[in-house]
T-cell receptor, first 116, second 117 residues
Framework: AQSVSQHNHHVILSEAASLELGCNYS??????LFWYVQYPGQHLQLLLK??????LVKGIKGFEAEFIKSKFSFNLRKPSVQWSDTAEYFC??????????????FGQGTELSVKP | KAGVTQTPRYLIKTRGQQVTLSCSPI?????VSWYQQTPGQGLQFLFE???????NKGNFPGRFSGRQFSNSRSEMNVSTLELGDSALYLC????????????????FGSGTRLTVV
């Protein structure tokens, strides 16, 4: 069965610090990869996604992620965080298996707290 | 485009009752998926519907069921509610066409917060 593992449960950073959130998945085939963010009291929003091509993908709000196929990883990065980045971040995988198109497997989430 | 709309936003039910949640996808999106979000289990896939047919189902008991109508709107039903069913239930829609998936991915609604007492 596919699974997604996020390395950190809770990360606390000061403003302007750099961010890297780890995500590893277990599935040997072709995947679509996503990072979603959930701000307090709000719905899940798509930060960025990877389907194919350049393994370094850029998303909204200055976030980027790198897909390393050999490591089954899709880590999220931001060079300088802001207080407004305080939220919960979810990594998700969609395994391209016949008839499994809409199923997203989520990691447990990483809560990011940015201190002003 | 209007977003994914879920109703109601909040529900309080008693153990043993049943509940129906509603989801209206983005116009033109034919696929609707449902997820359960809890602090302990995180986000878990319930099922996906496409063109009124269930395409995929997660590991939930038969008390959890759903359906999709011809206008792509979907409903989720939970019968014989248990305390452990208290959760945020999220609906996500996508167009299910390769081109639009590349640009938009999956769009989530704000969810229905179900509390079972």
């Amino acid at each position: 069965a596919q699974s997604v593992s996020q390395h950190n449960h809770h990360v606390i950073l000061s403003e302007a610090a750099s961010l890297e959130l780890g995500c590893n998945y277990s599935y040997g085939g072709t995947v679509n990869l996503f990072w979603y963010v959930q701000y307090p009291g709000q719905h899940l929003q798509l930060l960025l996604k990877y389907f194919s091509g350049d393994p370094l993908v850029k998303g909204i709000k200055g976030f980027e992620a790198e897909f390393i196929k050999s490591k089954f990883s899709f880590n999220l990065r931001k060079p300088s965080v802001q207080w407004s980045d305080t939220a919960e971040y979810f990594c998700a995988v969609n395994a391209l298996i016949y008839n499994q198109g809409g199923k997203l497997i989520f990691g447990q989430g990483t809560e990011l707290s940015v201190k002003p | 485009k209007a977003g994914v709309t879920q109703t109601p936003r909040y529900l309080i039910k008693t153990r043993g009752q049943q509940v129906t949640l509603s989801c209206s996808p983005i116009s033109g999106h034919r696929s609707v998926s449902w997820y359960q979000q809890t602090p302990g289990q995180g986000l878990q896939f319930l099922f996906e519907y496409f063109s009124e047919t269930q395409r995929n189902k997660g590991n939930f008991p038969g008390r959890f069921s759903g359906r999709q109508f011809s206008n792509s709107r979907s409903e989720m039903n939970v019968s014989t509610l248990e305390l452990g069913d208290s959760a945020l239930y999220l609906c996500a829609s996508r167009s299910a066409s390769p081109g639009e998936i590349f640009f938009y991915g999956y769009t989530f609604g704000s969810g229905t917060r179900l509390t079972v007492v």
